[in-house]
Nanobody, 120 residues
Framework: VQLQASGGGSIQAGASLRLSCAAS????????MAWFRQAPGKEREFVAA??????STYSPDFREGRFTISRTKNTLYLQMNNLKPEDTAVYYC????????????????WGQGTQVTVSS
């Protein structure tokens, strides 16, 4: 599986962005996929995951409804609304949860990351 993230940018607080992650490889269709993010000086943190059947799981920090994860056959998405300066981070897509956990080490494949910068 190869992952290519895109859609980041520099925006004002309150705006929306949709991140995409294009996946190649036969394993994508039956793999869980996820979004993580890493802010400057902080560890990479789990945002949300979606199973190959479409069921989603969100980190408790992202359950207020501003972020929505979804997928099609070959692409993973993260819709982000009402963005805040504290959402500034590099966002990474990940695939194939090999350990059944939502820590970064549990995921086998990673995209290169896309930068999101939110200014106040």
């Amino acid at each position: 599986v190869q992952l290519q993230a895109s859609g980041g940018g520099s925006i004002q607080a309150g705006a929306s962005l949709r991140l995409s992650c294009a996946a190649s490889g036969r394993a994508f269709g039956t793999s869980s996929m996820a979004w993580f993010r890493q802010a400057p000086g902080k560890e990479r943190e789990f945002v949300a995951a979606v199973s190959w059947t479409g069921g989603s799981t969100y980190s408790p920090d992202f359950r207020e409804g501003r972020f929505t994860i979804s997928r099609t056959k070959n692409t993973l998405y993260l819709q982000m609304n009402n963005l805040k300066p504290e959402d500034t981070a590099v966002y990474y897509c990940a695939g194939q949860n090999i350990a059944g956990s939502y820590v970064p080490s549990s995921w086998k494949f990673w995209g290169q990351g896309t930068q999101v910068t939110v200014s106040s």
